[in-house]
């Protein structure tokens, strides 16, 4: 599976992005497709998910903040992000998992929220 990130960027504190995410290659075997985001120095988490029946998961930080939505027929992952705070600014990486549990990564977009 190859993945294509797009969205990432610069936004004032309060502000708003969008993240899209397109995958190809062997998409009938993705189970979840999401989003995960890495500061420097601190370890990789969880953003939001969304499996192949539309459950969604968020990670704590999120409250609400954020909404993940998916068009498989397109195979696309889209992350709307609202009232972004600093501590967002991050990298944030596509994550698809497959039915064997195996994950593949995105290259990664940078967000970075000034204050």
């Known amino acids: 599976v190859q993945l294509v990130e797009s969205g990432g960027g610069l936004v004032q504190a309060g502000g708003s992005l969008t993240l899209s995410c397109v995958a190809s290659g062997s998409t009938s075997t993705i189970e979840a497709i999401g989003w995960y985001r890495q500061a420097p120095g601190k370890q990789r988490d969880l953003v939001a998910t969304?499996?192949?029946?539309?459950?969604?998961k968020y990670g704590d930080f999120v409250q609400g903040r954020f909404t993940i939505s998916r068009d498989s027929a397109k195979n696309t992952v889209t992350l709307l992000m609202n009232s972004l705070k600093p501590e967002d600014t991050a990298v944030y990486y596509c994550d698809v998992q497959t039915w064997k549990n195996f994950h593949y990564w995105g290259q990664g977009t940078q967000v970075t929220v000034s204050s």
């Open positions: 969304i499996n192949k029946i539309g459950i969604e």
